[in-house]
């Protein structure tokens, strides 16, 4: 149940992205977005699954939390920090500073 809902997370983030670069700038920014997105997402999988089979064993913390749901949770923290940082406003927007 948790990973269906990481799963459901990253599907709207995705569309949320998608949409907004596609209001702002042009389809085509939007369709790279989302390959960023999704490389991203596969990658970083594949690096905290490694990080989670050293850390805990297959059955994990219980039936809704095995190893494979503490990996996308390990995914999904890491990718809101660098999402943050790379969707966050821009500092300096029409010649004026933000305050």
């Known amino acids: 149940m ?3 809902f990481i799963f459901f997370a990253h599907l709207i983030f995705g569309l949320v992205i ?3 670069k596609w209001q702002d700038d ?3 920014s939007a369709f790279l977005n989302i390959g960023l997105i999704a490389i991203l997402f596969t990658v970083g999988w594949t690096i905290t699954g490694i990080v989670a089979k050293a850390l805990m064993e297959p059955p ?3 039936i809704y939390f095995d190893r494979d749901t503490f990996s996308l949770a390990l995914l999904s923290v890491a990718e809101y920090l660098f999402y943050k940082m790379y969707y966050g406003e821009d500092p300096i927007e029409a010649g004026k500073e933000k305050q």
């Open 2 to 4: 948790i990973t269906a």
């Open 18 to 20: 998608f949409t907004k």
């Open 26 to 28: 042009n389809i085509t």
């Open 60 to 62: 994990g913390l219980g």
